[in-house]
């Protein structure tokens, strides 16, 4: 079945650093979603990024979808302590069914 | 506007004993789809239902089962349950179907032992 993969699976950064996740999956993807999870929360949606090569920007926040639409990332310039969450990736396939990546768990020191 | 409700928030029960949540969409929203998050790991699909329809279901057993009723709310049921089945399970809504941003609720944290 589709596999959605990301990594790193932790990332501890000092507050002011950057910090980039990648995603990949098994199968092609119609579109790509990243949600955060902030600690005992729930995900929250980020962005939806449906065009190969697309790349959008949110604040510090820069997402960008890959060529072939197998794989994304997620880049965060100068780290602050409120970013500190687990980040996901999710895509549909060719089916409704949206399959979540494994996560990287973002901690940021002050 | 209120957000995705789920009812409980947290449930103990014991191995065998089979277990109802419940999840209220966004008012408007039309698909609900069910996760299961089990601790450090990312949200496993389940199911996903539209219009009352069964659109998507995920590698669960049969143990697990869910419905969609006219005004959208939704219920996921599980029976014979095992201590693996100890997991924070999330509701989602969206407005259509598939390809779509999804509004999580809060979850309901079910411990079994």
């Known amino acids: 079945g589709q596999q959605v993969m990301q990594i790193p699976q932790y990332q501890h950064v000092q507050e002011g650093e950057d910090f980039t996740t990648y995603c990949n999956s098994s199968?092609?993807?119609?579109?790509i979603q990243w949600y955060k999870q902030r600690p005992g929360g729930h995900p929250v949606f980020l962005i939806q990024?449906?065009?190969?090569?697309e790349v959008k920007k949110q604040k510090r926040l820069t997402f960008q979808f890959g060529e072939a639409k197998k794989n994304s990332s997620l880049h965060i310039t100068a780290t602050q302590t409120t970013d500190v969450g687990t980040y996901f990736c999710?895509?549909?396939?060719?089916?409704?069914?949206?399959?979540f990546g494994t996560g990287t768990r973002l901690q940021v020191f002050p | 506007d209120a957000g995705v409700t789920q009812s409980p928030t947290h449930l103990i029960k014991t191995r065998g004993q089979h277990v109802t949540l419940r999840c209220s969409p966004i008012?408007?929203?039309?698909?609900v789809s069910w996760y299961q998050q089990v601790l450090g790991q990312g949200p496993q699909f389940i199911f996903q239902?539209?219009?009352?329809?069964?659109?998507g279901r995920g590698n669960f057993p049969d143990r697990f089962s869910a419905r969609q009723f006219p005004n959208y709310s939704s219920e996921l049921n599980v029976n014979a349950l095992l201590l693996g089945d100890s997991a924070l399970y999330l509701c989602?809504?969206?407005?259509?179907?598939?390809?779509?941003?999804?509004?999580f609720g809060q979850g309901t944290r079910l411990t079994v032992v």
């Open positions: 989602a809504s969206s407005l259509v179907g598939g390809n779509t941003e999804a509004f």
């Open positions: 199968t092609t993807l119609s579109n």
């Open positions: 990024l449906v065009k190969s090569g």
């Open positions: 999710a895509g549909y396939s060719n089916t409704d069914k949206l399959i």
């Open positions: 008012s408007g929203h039309k698909s």
């Open positions: 239902y539209y219009e009352k329809e069964e659109r």
